[in-house]
């Protein structure tokens, strides 16, 4: 079994910065792929960013390209997101989550963490 666990979400005002952390245990981290995704209400999750296993690739989604940026830290078993120029419409619950590359395929996730901005 894997654990993710997401800290980091919170109230912010729109331009104003956030870094979601998410640690991952119960197997070795530096075997998995890892993404970042958000839920509006009512929406089905969509993809935000992904990083490979060894950090040496990354995938942002058009619609927070230039604004967001993922890595990770494997010796602390941690996967950031930063989020920068944060627009109201970034409102969601974040979820981090095992990948596969490239097909984006999902498996283990977190429990979310919430995110609002407001303006």
């Known amino acids: 079994q894997v654990q993710l666990v997401e800290s980091g979400g919170g109230l912010v005002q729109a331009g104003d910065s956030l870094r979601l952390s998410c640690v991952v245990s119960?197997?070795?981290?530096?075997?998995?792929?890892l993404g970042w995704f958000r839920q509006y209400p009512g929406k089905e999750r969509e993809f935000v960013a992904a990083i490979t296993w060894d950090g040496g690739r990354t995938y942002i989604a058009n619609s927070v390209q230039g604004r967001f940026t993922i890595s990770r830290e494997n010796v602390k078993n941690v996967v950031y997101l930063q989020m920068n120029s944060l627009k109201p419409e970034d409102t969601a619950a974040y979820y981090c989550a095992t990948v596969d590359i490239p097909s984006m395929r999902t498996g283990y996730w977190g429990q979310g963490t919430q995110v609002t901005v407001s303006s």
């Open positions: 119960g197997r070795t981290f530096s075997n998995y792929n």
